[in-house]
């Protein structure tokens, strides 16, 4: 059956090349997101990259226009915590992220160490304080210890920005990778649990649920692989060359999230 817009909601929104590039917030956001209150549904933002926290994200948009509190996202970082704790709760983790990602692991009640010699368990995310001890533990930790746990917030190749991309999680794990020859469990989307957490939260069904982003890859695939009805928006990164070969077909395809406004009217 043919999924509408016509019941959703609660509408997932990926952040970067969706509502904003960069620093530069598009121009038909903040009427995107009242038109959602004003008719009843409710939004989140469901973003991959684990470079910031919560609190970071909340300064970011206030600084772009919009208001936002915590109960407002659902990040691949707090599925991390979430997988974590289901899977390695009493870990002392070796987080390759930034101290924001860190800082965030220790307010779940994680021990975060950079002491390789006790170490149960490799977190990678989007690293933008990379070193090359970073990547050289961790490298270290996968060989000597070919069975530990090794855990990816995200397995995005790129992250937009106002000039293009800089280099994302999935990339620095295909460094990892080319060295050691190991792939980390990845969390974030196109997993299913972070749409999947988002409706427990809210109480929402898949029919009631739309996922909206700029990767086929990442956002549609995970909207896809929860049942919800996903919407592709070519305001990112996915080029109609991409689209066209990509297996898995959105929904919806739109120019941009604005062209949402008269569908949610309606």
């Given at each position: 059956?043919?999924?509408?817009?016509?019941?959703?909601?609660?509408?997932?929104?990926?952040?970067?090349?969706?509502?904003?590039?960069?620093?530069?917030?598009?121009?038909?956001?903040?009427?995107?997101?009242?038109?959602?209150?004003?008719?009843?549904?409710?939004?989140?933002?469901?973003?991959?990259?684990?470079?910031?926290?919560?609190?970071?994200?909340?300064?970011?948009?206030?600084?772009?226009?919009?208001?936002?509190?915590?109960?407002?996202?659902?990040?691949?970082?707090?599925?991390?915590?979430?997988?974590?704790?289901?899977?390695?709760?009493?870990?002392?983790?070796?987080?390759?992220?930034?101290?924001?990602?860190?800082?965030?692991?220790?307010?779940?009640?994680?021990?975060?160490?950079?002491?390789?010699?006790?170490i149960d368990c490799i977190v990678m995310g989007n690293d933008?304080?990379?070193?090359?001890?970073?990547?050289?533990?961790?490298?270290?930790?996968?060989?000597?210890?070919?069975?530990?746990?090794?855990?990816?917030?995200?397995?995005?190749?790129?992250?937009?920005?106002e000039f293009g991309f800089v280099p994302d999680c999935g990339?620095?794990?295909?460094?990892?990778?080319?060295?050691?020859?190991?792939?980390?469990?990845?969390?974030?989307?196109?997993?299913?649990?972070?749409?999947?957490?988002?409706?427990?939260?809210?109480?929402?069904?898949?029919?009631?649920?739309?996922?909206?982003?700029?990767?086929?890859?990442?956002?549609?695939?995970?909207?896809?692989?929860?049942?919800?009805?996903?919407?592709?928006?070519?305001?990112?990164?996915?080029?109609?060359?991409?689209?066209?070969?990509?297996?898995?077909?959105?929904?919806?395809?739109?120019?941009?999230?604005?062209?949402?406004?008269?569908?949610?009217?309606?």
């Open positions: 059956m043919e999924k509408t817009l016509e019941n959703v909601k609660l509408f997932l929104f990926d952040m970067d090349g969706t509502l904003y590039l960069g620093n530069i917030l598009y121009d038909f956001t903040i009427e995107l997101l009242n038109t959602i209150k004003e008719t009843g549904g409710r939004y989140l933002f469901m973003t991959n990259n684990s470079s910031k926290s919560v609190d970071a994200y909340i300064e970011k948009l206030e600084k772009l226009g919009i208001k936002a509190d915590k109960d407002d996202f659902i990040t691949s970082s707090q599925a991390t915590s979430y997988y974590l704790k289901n899977h390695h709760k009493n870990a002392t983790l070796y987080v390759c992220g930034t101290q924001s990602l860190k800082d965030e692991f220790i307010s779940e009640g994680f021990k975060v160490s950079e002491n390789i010699d006790e933008t304080e990379l070193t090359f001890k970073k990547l050289w533990d961790v490298s270290y930790l996968l060989t000597v210890k070919p069975d530990m746990p090794y855990i990816a917030t995200n397995i995005d190749y790129v992250c937009p920005t990339s620095f794990c295909d460094m990892i990778f080319n060295a050691t020859g190991k792939r980390p469990v990845f969390i974030g989307k196109p997993e299913a649990l972070m749409p999947q957490l988002a409706m427990a939260m809210t109480g929402y069904s898949k029919e009631q649920t739309a996922v909206i982003g700029d990767r086929i890859y990442t956002d549609i695939k995970s909207g896809i692989n929860a049942g919800t009805v996903t919407v592709l928006v070519m305001s990112g990164e996915t080029t109609y060359e991409v689209l066209e070969k990509s297996e898995d077909k959105p929904d919806f395809v739109l120019e941009n999230a604005g062209l949402m406004i008269p569908m949610i009217k309606e």
